[in-house]
């Protein structure tokens, strides 16, 4: 039974032997593409990450760029809309403006209107007191007055007066 499990010294060498010769072959064979292929991959990775790291820079600085139009983008509409209040503003007052100064042309003629009629019915309130001192004068000239009459003549063209008013 130890004939089966005794060590052989060639044995050993001539599987040492194919093993060393083996691994030169594959080395010359295989282990060369093998290192190429694993050096190309090892490329592309380290080329990903590159192009990775690039796009992120790129959109960080498409992010800041982004903020700043939109930091500008927002005083300017700050802006517009500060003119705007202040055109509409300025509008405003031109219209009230306008509206003063009709308003205070309409008074006016208004004023002038009122004026005119005030000097029409004095000229008539006068046309009608002249007709009046003419009635009492000739009534006074058809008779001859007392002086109870005069009293009552006096009093009647009062009343008259104070009639028209």
Known sequence: MLGFLSIDIGTIIFTLCNLLILFLVFKHFLFGRVHKILDERQNDVSETYNKADAALEHAKSLESEY??????AKEESAQMIKAASKKAQLRSDEIISEAKNEASAILARADEDVEREKKRAQNELRGEVSELAVLVAQKVVEK???????????????DNVGDLK
């Open 67 to 72: 903020s700043g139009l939109m930091e500008g």
């Open 144 to 158: 001859e007055i007392t002086e109870a009459d005069h009293e009552r003549f006096i009093n009647e063209f009062i």
